[in-house]
Structures are given as structure tokens and as C-alpha cells.
């Protein structure tokens, strides 16, 4: 029988990509981690790894063990949960990972509704953006992640991962001074003046600029992209003092009025999608589900103070 320790280590080599990752992650020593991938290696009887320049590679029977390790992980994870349904209260640690607008606006509230209800809980909570949330999830660095997704964007699901939806975050164009065209004139009339305006957006490689630019490219324009930067309280403070434009979701004035004039979006990319990800192992941990609902009913009040 095969060691699940050495399994798992095979495993975070998969989703981590070096054995340095692997050490620095598990509070391990680099050569430690080699020696028991070789002993795993030993017991399976056929190489599972190849070297790549400086760098090393699943072989397609490490791919086949590591497919197989994710569903006893799986397992294992439904298992902790039915022991924690067993129990009349809640306790342990829930990991948390949150974008910045989700951190500010419904992790509080639900973080409030966890506090009264279960306060043996210890809920800790990351900044991080999707992009490294999502694979930090599924590397087991976090128990419940919050991410969006962007119109004609859609993110990649993988199997082992399940979602549900919190709300649809209504996206505006925030204008850095007031505009001569008025909603009626429609949302390009407010987009193409600005097309020689500074801007205001989240990095390359973030789903939020891949948007951004598709939607100032459909309005015939290259943006003049000035400052670059996931805090979107800095993409309001640049607007305010008419340094640049911006593309703001709802959830950045945290149930205040704007303090920014707002022009409506083209339709089908007026809202992104807000929703948490676990994997599907922990779906029924009562930690889970008391975490989830309480984002639920923070994301409840949220669109009630909006509208």
C-alpha cells in the first residue's frame, strides 16, 4: 500500500510546481521532501519524476497517482466534516481568503453573524486576489475562498472545486469630472470622451484589466492606463481628484453614496459575479456551511442598503 504522506507530498508538488515551494509550504527541508518523493518512487516501482532545465515534472503515472490522492483527500475531508456535524458546537479554524471590496464590505457583517452564533469558531481571513486564491484553494492553503468573475470572462472550474453564488456586484464607468453627455445618450457617449483621459485599472493578468480593456477596446479606444493597482479605494481617490477614469463596482462604497459621478455600462457587462469556492470535500463541514450563510445574509444586506 501506498504512504499517504508521501502521496500528498506528490500532490503539492503538482499544484506547487518546485520542491522549494513544497519545503517553504509545509515547513519542510528541500531535501527532505526529495527523499521521501524518492522512497514514494521506490514503492511504486516507475519514475514519477523528469527533470526540466532546472525544474522537475510529473510523469503521466504521477499524474495518475495524484488524480487518485485528490479523491482520498476528498474523502478524508468529507469524513472531518460528518465528525464536526456530529458535535453540538463549532470549533477549529476556518481559512479564509477574500478579494479587497468583498473583504471590506461583507466579511465584517459575516464575520459579526459567526462571532454571535459560534464563538468557539476562529475564522482567519487573507487578502488575495482570485487569481492566487483560487490555486492557493486548491492547494489547501484555504478552507473557503471569495472570488468574482467578469462579463465574457468566465473562470475555469475544476472538478474538484464547487461554487456558489452571493450576488451581482453592479460595475459603473467612474467619471473624473462631470461629462457633457448624460445617461440618455447611452453608456458609449460617456466612455469615448475619455479615451485620451488617464486610467486607473488593476494589473495585467487580472481578470478585472482583461475586461476593462476588452470594454474600452469595443468603444474604439486604447486606454492611456497611468496607474495600475488591486486597491480599488486608491482606483475612488484617483478619480475623485481627477487624475483618471475607472471602471467601480458597487461594493467599494460599502452601502454609501458615490462620491464620484457614475455612468451605466453597456448591457451584458454591467455586473460581476461575487461567489465563494470550496473544495468539494469540505461542502458539507458545518464550518462551511455556517460561513457560507453568514456571507449570505451579509451579501443580503448589502443589496437591501443599495437599493
Not at 452571493?166 to 458609449?188: C, I, N, Q, R, Y
Amino acid at each position: 500500500m501506498f504512504d499517504l504522506h508521501r502521496l500528498r507530498l506528490l500532490r503539492e508538488l503538482k499544484h506547487r510546481g518546485t520542491l522549494a515551494a513544497v519545503a517553504q509550504a509545509l515547513s519542510y527541508a528541500p531535501s527532505s521532501v526529495s527523499q521521501q518523493l524518492s522512497q514514494l518512487e521506490a514503492e511504486v516501482g516507475v519514475p514519477l519524476l523528469e527533470p526540466v532545465g532546472r525544474r522537475v515534472r510529473l510523469t503521466e503515472q504521477a499524474e495518475i497517482l495524484v488524480a487518485h490522492t485528490e479523491a482520498l483527500l476528498q474523502r478524508l475531508e468529507r469524513a472531518e466534516a460528518d465528525i464536526a456535524a456530529s458535535l453540538t458546537d463549532l470549533n477549529g479554524t476556518l481559512r479564509i481568503a477574500s478579494f479587497q471590496t468583498a473583504a471590506l464590505t461583507l466579511v465584517p457583517t459575516a464575520l459579526g453573524l459567526l462571532r454571535e452564533l459560534h464563538p468557539h469558531l476562529r475564522v482567519h481571513v487573507t487578502h488575495m486576489e482570485p487569481e492566487k486564491a483560487l490555486p492557493a484553494l486548491q492547494a489547501r492553503d484555504f478552507d473557503l475562498i471569495i472570488a468574482e468573475e467578469y462579463p465574457g470572462n468566465p473562470n475555469a472550474r475544476p472538478a474538484e472545486l464547487q461554487q456558489e453564488d452571493l450576488l451581482d456586484d453592479t460595475l459603473h464607468l467612474a467619471l473624473p469630472k462631470p461629462a457633457d453627455s448624460t445617461e440618455t445618450d447611452g453608456p458609449m457617449a460617456a466612455l469615448r470622451p475619455l479615451a485620451d483621459h488617464p486610467w486607473v485599472m488593476e494589473p495585467e493578468g487580472t481578470a478585472a484589466r482583461h475586461w476593462a480593456m476588452s470594454l474600452c477596446r469595443s468603444a474604439a479606444f486604447e486606454p492611456d492606463v497611468r496607474f495600475e493597482t488591486t486597491d480599488l479605494l486608491l482606483h475612488v481617490r484617483l478619480v475623485e481628484q481627477h487624475h483618471a477614469a475607472a471602471f467601480l463596482p458597487d461594493l467599494v462604497w460599502s452601502g454609501r453614496p458615490p462620491t464620484v459621478p457614475l455612468r451605466h455600462l453597456p448591457r451584458g457587462q454591467r455586473a460581476r459575479r461575487v461567489f465563494t469556492v470550496v473544495r468539494r470535500g469540505r461542502t458539507r463541514h458545518p464550518a462551511i456551511q455556517a460561513c457560507r450563510d453568514a456571507l449570505r445574509r451579509a451579501a443580503a444586506l448589502h443589496s437591501h442598503i443599495s437599493t
